[in-house]
Structure formats: C-alpha cells, structure tokens
C-alpha cells in the first residue's frame, strides 16, 4: 500500500505535524510506503508540493484583503498530476490551511484517488478559524465573526462566504474524514459534512518512548532542587491567546505563597519575557524540546501537568503526560475531558476560571498518596485505550476500506 500524507510542512512544529510523523513511521513499520507531500520538506523520502510564487503572490493581494486565505494556491490544482501523486493508492490530507492547498481544488484532489480526511481542529467546518470558541455560526453559515484574530486570522469578514465555499468544495469531493476526539466527531456531525463518513481514531502514544521514569532521577538532571514541588507546562507558544498564558499566571498568582515557595514551575516552549515577570515562583525555561525521550524526562520530573488552554480538539500533550504517569489539572474543553477523567487521571477545571484551576493545583499537590494512584491510572487509560500501535492498526483498517470502496 502506499500512503500519500498532505500537510503545509513535514517537521515536527506544532501537534498536527506531530502526530502526522508519528502514524507515518509507525505505518512504515508496519511495511506501508508512507511519505508526506508539503510544501516546506525538510527529509529526503518527502514530496515537495508544486508551487507557483508569483502568481499566487499576485493573487494573495486581492484575496487576503477580500478576507479569504489560501484559495490563491492555483498550484494545487496540479497536485492530481504529479507522479508521486498518481501511483499512491490512497491520500490522506492532514491540513488544507495556512498555506498548504487551496480547499477548491479538492475535488479534482478526490476525483479519482481514495481520500481520508484527517481532522486535527474545526477549520474545515468553519467560515476561517481553527476554534470557535463560544460560537456556533458554524452550524449554519458562519458570518459575523466574533473572533477575526482566531489562527489563520483574517483582516475582514468574509466567514460567511468561505463557508459556503467550503461547503461546495465539499459537496463535489469524496473522502472518509478521521477525528481524533468524540467531540470534535460530535461537532463534525453537526456541521455542513454531517453527511460524510466520519470515523473516530484516537491519536496514539509511544508507550515506550512515553513511560514512567524515577522522579528523583529526572530532576537531578533538570537541575532542579530537591522537596520541590514541580509544575510543568508545555504551549507551542505564550504569545497565542488560546494557548491560556494569561489564565495559567492568574491561576500561580492565586496559589497560597507557601505552595508558591514550595513550587517550581517547568516551561516548554516559545516563551515570554513580560509574562514570566508575573510568575512569582522560579520558573526553568526548556525552550523547544524536539526529541520525544527527552520530552518524556521532563513529564516524569512533575507531580502536576498543567494545561491552561481556551481550546483543544484532543490535548496531545495531555496525553504525553499520563503515558508518564503524571496526572493532569487542565479546563474541560473540548476533547480534554476524554482524557482528563475528574478524580482518575486529574482534575478538570471549569473553562477560562484561573480560580478553579489553581483549586486544581491546590488539591492534588494536597493528597500526594491519592496522586500517586491517579498516576498509575494515567498510565493504565493510556496502554490501554491510547496506544501508538492502536490507532496504527485503526488507520490501516479504514485505509483499506476506503481503497476498496474507491477500486
């Protein structure tokens, strides 16, 4: 069998990618010929996606002005004749935005070639955001946006336009669609696709990459001093309101200044100078953590992982964390809840409430026995219901189906 992943690059910046690299080795393994079709490669064994800069330059002026993003690549019109493209037997699109292909050309994308549809967020079943956060226009046409800034952000609003573009683009294309989360499932069925095959794969974890290791043993060598309690925190980035930057320092702040002497707080991540002065505990900054082990010795140096995001469609490093036996304080948005189970494997706290989520903190750094147990259950959820191997032999199921649908 060979596989065909489409996404804007095929590196490891941010959690779509992340993942995508993850099911690519692991269906290689497997003997599957995967390799990914980007535009921005940075492997040998990658398809660089056809570009053409000066027409879509051209283009992009009147687009981006009109509030519409990404339908100035005409380039993808010509993926369906690139040779790598015609002798895979299935491609599977792991993102359409941020200037990886235009969404109009996905009928001639699907027209003759078995498709899967990878969902890692909201935006193919909106007007231009990756989440909508408390609004649901997306339901039945979008338009009036609350949130323009929303990641890919749009300098006017044109929300109701693009999806019923989207919708037509649609209409006219063929493909099964995989959510990584009940909910984002859930919302899938309640958009303009509700039509469409929609499968549930949950993304998996490398249990053997993402284990338990001696606490102790881990903080030495993170320099980090003993009888501490250690927080951690991973965000792509701090400047990115949705990641929750703002709600994570109130909730420290709100910490009694004896847990805040007590504490540590680790970071990954692009960080921030002017937020971090807000943090009244010592603070060591990882930066960017490419490797997955060493990813996985800072989740066993923490007692609590702490998620303060606004929105998550499934929570990638939530579910790093409970694979290392850490458990986890986060809002219950989105698909966290999945994972999260209140009182099994951490606490759920009430979204956008700093208050609660420092209640949160507070309470299992207050029972470390029961936090302790609450770590082996973390570990028993992840091996078994989130498996890296799982979600393989799910993928390669539903490849196979819609390959024989499409013969």
Known sequence: MKVLMMHRSDGSSGGGQVQMQRLRSGLVRHGIDARVLCRERSQDDSVLMRSRPRIERWISRFTERAGLNDIHLVSSFGVPKMKDFMEADLVDVHSLHSGTYSYLALPA??????????????????????????????????????????????????????????????????????????W?????????????????????????????LDKDHCRSLLGIPKGKNVLFCAMESMHRPLKGADLLVQALQKLPESLQKDSVLLLFGQTSREILKQVRMPVINLGFIQHDRLKALAFCAADLFVNPTRA??????????????????????????????????????????????????????????NLEVMGRRCREVVESEYSLELQIRSYIDVYRQVIAVGA
């Open 109 to 182: 994308l699907t027209a003759n070639k078995p498709a899967v549809f990878t969902f890692h967020d909201m935006w193919p079943i909106t007007g231009h955001c990756h989440a909508s956060l408390e609004c649901d226009r997306w339901k039945s046409g979008c338009g009036n946006c609350p949130h323009p800034e929303i990641y890919p952000a749009i300098r006017r609003d044109a929300t109701a336009l693009e999806w019923k573009l989207k919708r037509r683009s649609f209409e006219r294309s063929k493909f099964t669609i995989v959510t990584p989360s009940k």
């Open 184 to 212: 984002l499932h859930d919302r899938t069925k309640e958009s303009m696709l509700a039509g469409c095959d929609v499968r549930h794969i949950p993304h998996g974890v490398d249990t053997e990459v993402f284990q338990p």
């Open 312 to 369: 998550e469609s499934f929570g990638l490093v939530v579910l790093e964390s409970m694979a290392c036996g850490t458990p986890v304080v986060a809002f219950g948005v989105g698909g966290v809840p999945e994972l999260v189970r209140a009182g099994i494997t951490g606490y759920l706290a009430e979204p956008d409430d700093p208050s609660d989520l420092c209640q949160g903190v507070v309470t299992l750094l207050g029972d470390k026995k």
